[in-house]
């Protein structure tokens, strides 16, 4: 390849307007890149907390020890952690206070709901800046290109005769910014495609763990009310 074609003398020698483009997306690039590996270690880390969790609560038939252990490391809680602390502690408040069975279920549902919302909060978190590169990236790129093509054309105006050699190394370098434009793109809507499934998969899952507890919970108050009713005869 002829030296003066190579990428970084195109990139060098192109307009302002159009290493200004390129300058944009290889920043936008670099911040997909960075929020890519950033996510994919969250919801790694979600999933097997998640896995944990269920593990350690549905093979135990201690409610209130789980509850307790938890509460010793508040600060550190994670997905369905903060929802079961969430539910569990609404649910032994209301318990004390009213013999209203309805009323606890419904306030332990509402706080479970809260802190699922939270946790949805969390984990969509910066997702809507991996589709704005995704879908923009390519119109930024192409940008730059019709810029840079329209100054080649623009500067052949100026010669008595045109040559494929004159306005090459001014096409190429337009075409450079619809390229990393597509580089920064591409990885873009691949990793939103895929964490916006595994989103969906794991606020699914705690939503049904929500559900579960629920009945959990209902069936300790269905038990408390047989009891008293119980030793009132």
């Not at 969906?200 to 408390?224: A, H």
């Amino acid at each position: 390849m002829n030296a003066d074609l190579s990428i970084l003398h195109l990139i060098r020698d192109a307009s302002p307007v159009v290493q200004g483009v390129m300058v944009i997306l290889v920043i936008a690039s670099v911040m997909s890149w960075a929020l890519i590996i950033g996510k994919s270690r969250q919801l790694r880390r979600a999933k097997k907390m998640a896995d944990e969790f269920e593990s350690d609560f549905w093979g135990s038939s201690d409610i209130s020890g789980t509850y307790s252990q938890l509460t010793q490391r508040r600060g550190t809680l994670d997905g369905l952690e903060r929802i079961f602390e969430a539910g569990f502690s609404e649910f032994g408040r209301l318990r004390r206070k009213t013999p209203n069975d309805e009323i606890i279920m419904d306030g332990s549902g509402r706080a479970m709901r809260i802190a699922l919302s939270r946790e949805a909060d969390t984990i969509e978190t910066h997702l809507p800046f991996l589709a704005t590169v995704g879908s923009i990236s390519p119109y930024v790129g192409l940008f730059g290109t019709v810029w840079g093509i329209m100054n080649s054309f623009t500067a052949l105006g100026n010669v008595q005769q045109a040559t494929l050699a004159m306005v090459a190394p001014g096409i190429a370098e337009a075409l450079i910014a619809t390229a990393i434009g597509l580089f920064a793109a591409i990885p873009a809507v691949v990793f939103y495609n895929r964490f916006a499934t595994d989103v969906d998969r794991l606020l699914n899952r705690y939503e049904n763990f929500s559900e579960e507890f629920s009945t959990v919970l209902q069936r300790q108050t269905i038990r408390r009310g047989t009891t008293e009713e119980n030793d009132a005869v």
